[in-house]
């Protein structure tokens, strides 16, 4: 019994549209999210809340996401991602609608926070990718992962700004009905990627066939590289949501035009097509877990750095480029260290699970910041806390064990 060439990713023709279709998703859904930041001051003021209401239902967002993304990944690698991603997306705009329209702290929590949480689950990183790793040759994998994560920011950088736009010319809620129209719009792209978890050419044939998912799952909890990896994400998460969310107002606290903030994220999403791209490029040349540990080195020294000069336009735009290069530069390298230890075939359910811990982290950077902010009316103990986590993430990457894990293995542990 062998397997079908049709299910080798060094063979499939739909390889380009594939990755086309996964962009354009990844592009839309992910700037969609990252705009948020920008309703949290208008909303807030407008129906006399605090900070901490938005900041707590976005809380909810983030931790919903990531709940949701290991469930969506096993339906999808067991029924198709195509029907998963056309039902995500209606359930994010749909939540996006509920908040739209609810002017209470409630309808709040469970249109911006769950329904867009559960949508998020399934029309982002861990559903696509997988479709994208298990598609290309195993050379092309680590680079196809940082353009669909590029594309992701190029997302942020083409949204936010239309959403500032929006919000001063149409009003907050308007804006919001605008972004969940386009996320209908691109659903019919899910088509392309309708696949099915095929089997893993890591392995020989006859080694594939008996290879379950359950199989995977254990030996990735017997696997203390694993759960290093998986703690280092939830850093990523909650300086990526912290900044993501409070960025904006921060630069209005700091004396600075409300269009400075926007664009600063802005510059955080151009920056990032190149910072992702990069990260991938050099994932498939250097060793992805200490490349992951530079990042985190990187990034603790940027905020002692903005932290320490003067508020300034060239400040904010400084700090927004050079965190754009390091920005989402952590993805195609986890969830390639993930297929490199683990195989591709099960790598959404797996990538999945880390990501749960990112979404964890940014929980509590979106929430702490909203509710130290309004205890102290200041950010500055989040922004350091950011700092002191980007070094502890470095050094839990340094000793992962990133070598394939071989199918002997793999039995031994789940026998």
Known sequence: MSVSSSTRPSTNPNTRIILLAGCLILCVAFGVRSSYGLFVGPISEELGWGREVLAFSLAIQNLIWGMAQPFSSMIAERYGAGRVLVASLVLYAAGIILGAYGYSPLTSHMGAGFFVGVGLGGASFSVILAVIGRAVPEEKRSVSLGIATASASLGQFLIIPTGSLLIETQGWQEALLILALLLIVVSPASWFLKGKSEADTRSSPEDQIDEKMSDTILA?????????????????????????????????????????????????????????????????????????????????LLIVLFLMLPPSVESFMMFGLVMGVLWLSTVPLTAGLV??????????????????????????????????????????????????????????????????????????QTG
Not at 253 to 281: C, E, K, Q, R
Not at 284 to 295: D, E, F, P, Q, V
Request: charged letters at 10%.
């Open 220 to 300: 990735a909890c017997h696997h203390t590289g694993f759960w290093l990896l998986t703690t280092g994400f939830f850093v990523c998460g909650f300086q990526l949501a912290f900044v993501t969310v409070h960025l904006p107002s921060y630069a209005v606290d700091m004396g600075m035009a409300p269009w400075v903030g926007a664009w600063t994220l802005a510059l955080v999403g151009i920056a990032n097509i190149f910072g992702s791209y990069l990260s991938g490029a050099l994932g498939g040349r250097y060793r992805k877990k200490y490349l992951l540990a530079w990042i985190y080195i990187a990034r603790t």
């Open 339 to 412: 297929a490199q230890i683990f195989g591709a075939r099960y790598m959404g359910t797996l990538y999945g699970i880390v990501f749960l811990s990112h979404q964890l982290g940014s929980f509590a950077g979106v929430w702490l910041g909203g509710a130290l902010f309004d205890a102290t009316r200041s950010y500055e103990i989040v922004w350091w806390v950011c700092a002191i986590l980007g070094l502890i993430a470095a050094l839990l990457h340094w000793p992962i064990a990133d070598k394939p894990l071989p199918r002997e293995a793999l039995i031994r």
